[in-house]
Each structure stands twice: as C-alpha cells, then as structure tokens.
C-alpha cells in the first residue's frame, strides 16, 4: 500500500536520476563541460526510454500501463534537466 502512496514521487526521482547521469555520462564523452545541447540529449534518451518502461510493464505480473505514470517520468526527465543545468 505505501509504495501505491509515493508511486508517482518514485518516478520522477527515477527519471530525474536518470536524466543527470545521462548527461553526466555525455559530459564525460565530449570534451566540453556540461552543454546546453548535453541537457537536451540527456532528455530526449530519458523521455525516449519512459514509453518504452511502461510498454515494459505490460509484461510483468501486477504492473500495467499508464499514461500518468509516464506523465511522472517526463516529469522527472524535467526535473533532472533543470537539476543538471543548475548543477553545472
């Protein structure tokens, strides 16, 4: 029942996590720091991949498919993006 409760909260986080270490990944790949253009291809690979999660999900036993919870990862793909332009 908790995890119900902070179902959404988890997803953002997630993605968010997700976000900054895509593009902490890519900072590290490109001989530039952090990059505008970084930010913006960390979010499309993290927004890319929420669709394909819950497409995913559809197979496990127990879980399904839902359109709020892909709305809490792109949500969380936002967040991590302003968390990554803040950090750098």
Known sequence: MMFRSFDKIYHIVEFAILVIS????LSRIRTTKWS???LVIAFAIAAGYAPVDEWHQSWV???DVSLADMAADWGGCLLG?????WIR
Do not use: Y
């Not at 895509?22 to 990944?25: K, P």
């Not at 993006?81 to 332009?85: E, I, N, R, T």
């Open 36 to 38: 505008p253009m970084v």
């Open 81 to 85: 993006s302003v968390a990554s332009f």
């Open 22 to 25: 895509i593009a902490w990944s």
């Open 61 to 63: 036993p127990g879980r």
